[in-house]
């Protein structure tokens, strides 16, 4: 989150706005379809870290795709809400691959999420 604030700039008298970042509250972020895992062990191959998440994940709900091209970091994508909530909280420093997984909800909707919103607006448009 960033919050602005207008100053007027001394020489001109026009107003400026200077960007201040605010230290985001893990906690309190708005429950998605998508969850945000860090703490992965970069030692193992992404595709067979890929493969097991699923395995994992997909006991809590369907899983619609897994993001994990940033080393130790992975996005998880669900078809619900519910599910994911669910997976988060049982799995929650669950150990995998020996390290202790720290789950989250995204801070940004997953690309696919947005798309399939897109297309179901566009279709109840067209009714």
């Keep these: 989150m960033v919050e602005s604030k207008k100053r007027p700039d001394e020489e001109t ?3 400026t706005e200077n960007a201040k970042k605010i230290k985001l ?11 945000y895992v860090k703490n992965l062990n970069d030692q193992i191959h992404p595709k067979i870290i890929k493969h097991n998440l699923y395995l994992l994940f997909s ?5 619609i ?3 994990n091209k940033k080393r130790g970091q992975a996005h998880i994508v ?3 809400v519910q599910n994911a909530s669910l997976a988060l909280k049982c799995l929650q420093a ?9 789950i989250n909800y995204s801070i940004n909707e997953s ?10 607006e566009e279709e109840e448009g067209e009714s």
């Design 13 to 15: 008298g026009a107003v």
């Design 25 to 35: 509250d893990q906690k309190n972020l708005k429950p998605s379809q998508t969850l």
């Design 59 to 63: 006991t809590y709900g369907d899983v």
């Design 65 to 67: 795709d897994i993001n």
């Design 78 to 80: 669900f078809n619900s």
């Design 94 to 102: 669950e150990e995998f691959f020996d390290k202790e997984l720290v």
């Design 111 to 120: 690309d696919i999420i947005a798309r399939l919103k897109r297309r179901t």
